[in-house]
């Protein structure tokens, strides 16, 4: 994870502001728990499996310079990628995936 974020500072010439990287198993549980409010299957809301349970995923302040540079590392060597308005989500895994947070 760490080489990505320095791949990503390099190339974007800025600082990162990291938000989030490891999340506790319960933390992230508890994250999750108002977007699941209603649900059918509370299990398959919350995302038990998030890559940063794992430690290999970061939540950092968005920037145009970073976003550009994250995706780019995206194309080169695969990876998540979540943007939200002020967050950019980035994470180790092996195939392309992009979402959108409100």
Known sequence: MLARLEAIRSE????????????????????????????????ECVKEKSMHVSGKSVDMKRSARLLRATKNLQARSGGGVGIGPTVIHVDTRKRIANWFYR
């Open 12 to 43: 974007a010439g800025e600082g990162i502001n990291v938000n989030e990287g490891y999340r506790p198993y319960g933390f992230n549980i508890a994250s999750y728990l108002g977007d699941c409010a209603g649900a059918k299957d509370m299990r």
